[in-house]
């Protein structure tokens, strides 16, 4: 059972909102109901975030808590005057200040996205994606030399998420190979890696976690092994220190903390958001 309802209200797409509220709640011992109110950017539906937000109240006998992080003043004070939730405005908290002491005024955009075909960054992005997928669990060698980061590890050590977590926050173009019997046996990189040793980042995890995972995709097979899954990852890490390759156990950490360790250890020349 959930202990709270959370609000993220937004005349764009409420990325922001959600994210930094997130950042928040997660300091606390609790388990909040999320509930997204993505453009708002009108008065009538900020009278309509207002009621839902009201009647969520009154039902659960506990106030809302609100995140916003909306630009639009008409729009705020609709949901300033009305909401009797647990207000926490973002852009008010930290936009407002910083027109005061930077002495300018903000662009009150709505949303980081409203000029984005404009946006050079947001079309590397793109690129980065579309590279990250056809680069993903070894499917081609092409180009692997405009590649920013090559992510290598056993199959289902995190390689996939990761990549495409670089490319979409960061990006970043990156490849990912597994490690197979053949490189063991070879005691070798796979060959179209070797030139690209320095983009090279290797990822591990425990045997024990690794066999539970496969065990979901492919249940009381050999690949699912206890017994396999150690010799893969033993293996695989022993190649790794022989080839000098920096990496990680990725078994407890997230997503976003691999991918910091990993810009923080590669420090990739490119590296936009």
């Not at 075909?117 to 680069?135: C, P, Q």
């Not at 690794?210 to 690949?223: K, Q, V, W």
Request: proline letters at 4%.
């Amino acid at each position: 059972m959930h202990n709270r309802t959370v609000f993220f209200v937004s005349d764009g797409t409420g990325i922001t909102a959600e994210t930094f509220g997130n950042a928040i709640l997660a300091q606390f011992e609790m388990k909040p109901r999320h509930v997204r109110l993505p453009f708002i950017d009108t008065v009538d539906k900020a009278h309509q975030a207002v009621r839902q937000i009201n009647h969520t109240g009154e039902v659960e006998g506990r106030k809302p808590i609100v995140f916003t992080t909306l630009v639009n003043m008409e729009v705020l004070k609709v949901i300033q005057d009305g909401c009797q939730g647990m207000l926490l405005d973002m852009f008010g908290t930290f936009v407002h200040p910083l027109e005061q002491e930077l002495g300018i005024k903000s662009h009150h955009r709505v949303g980081r996205f409203s000029d984005v075909s404009k946006s050079k960054e947001y079309h590397d992005r793109i690129e980065a994606i579309n590279f990250s997928l056809a680069h993903d669990d070894g499917q081609s060698n092409r180009d692997l030399q405009a590649a920013d980061v090559i992510l290598v590890g056993v199959s289902r050590s995190g390689k996939t998420p990761t990549s495409l977590y670089l490319a979409m926050q960061h990006g970043l173009k990156a490849a990912n190979y597994p490690l197979i019997p053949e490189d063991f046996e070879r005691r070798q990189l796979p060959a179209a890696l070797v030139p690209h040793r320095g983009k090279i980042f290797g990822l591990t995890i425990h045997p024990d976690r690794l066999s539970e995972i496969r065990n979901e995709r492919r249940p009381n097979s050999r690949y699912a092994s206890l017994a396999n899954c150690r010799m893969e990852v033993s293996e695989a890490e022993a190649m790794m220190r022989r080839a000098g390759i920096r990496w990680l156990s990725t078994t407890t950490k997230s997503i976003e903390e691999i991918a910091t360790t990993i810009l923080q250890e590669l420090r990739p020349e490119r590296l936009t958001y």
